[in-house]
């Protein structure tokens, strides 16, 4: 490692030594979705030392993304998502292996993402059919697998939680994905661990003009604020980070 490496990582490095710092550097991350909840996620884990991320999401810039969205800026709009972020996390670490594929996660498509040889898999996808179907491809992996659930509709940061995925509570995206899972006999084959939060909150604001409802096609669009999105994408980079240093932690 260089110079320059060893003074972007000081800090970390004082915190969990020589050792810790090189496994980071060796982890393997794919992350789903980069919108409100996974850009930031993917913030802390460059920032953390993971030293292998591959970014993975459809869409493109929309100006109704720059309220939430890392990268999303007046100057980024009309990019493509995972393009603008991996310069960005660049910029942090210029030595870090960073993939951007502008795709969609499915039924269809689960074999091209080879998720067999990641050491994470994170799950940020906003639509509840590809959600279920990452939900459970990275299941049957050795990989360890993080869910993000939904983000919008919420200003309250203390109820922010984290639960096993059959224990989380009222979170209307969690409630669906158990309800399709057992009407279709399609469970998890193990636990994982999910961010969510119970507080539910209405629209009050008119639906905006002219918007593109992007790639999801969502039938409603939901009130969503910076620094909840913010919180789950920490929380849920934090979860690779307690795993991933559980050694030094015990």
Known sequence: MDHMQRQI?????????????????RTKVILFGVGGVGSWCAEGLIRGGIGHLTLVDPDLVNVTNINRQLMATTRTVGRVKVEVLRERLLEINPEADITALQATFSEETAAD?????????????????????????????PAKFFCSLGAALKIDPVQIKVAEFWKVRGCPLGFLLRKKMKREKTLPSHKFLCVYD???????????????????????????????????????????????CQEILL
């Open 113 to 141: 993402f080879h998720l067999e040889e990641y050491d994470y898999i994170l799950d940020c996808i906003d639509s509840l059919k590809d959600k279920r179907s990452l939900i459970l491809h990275a299941c049957d992996t």
């Open 198 to 244: 119970e507080e539910v909150l209405p629209n009050r604001g008119p639906e905006p003009q002219g918007e593109d409802p992007g790639l999801f096609q969502k039938a409603v669009t939901n009130g969503t604020m910076a620094h909840i999105t913010a919180l789950f994408g920490f929380t849920l980079c934090g979860l690779v980070m307690r795993d991933a």
């Open 9 to 25: 990582f000081d800090r970390t490095r004082r915190l969990v030594g020589d050792e810790q710092m090189e496994k980071l550097a």
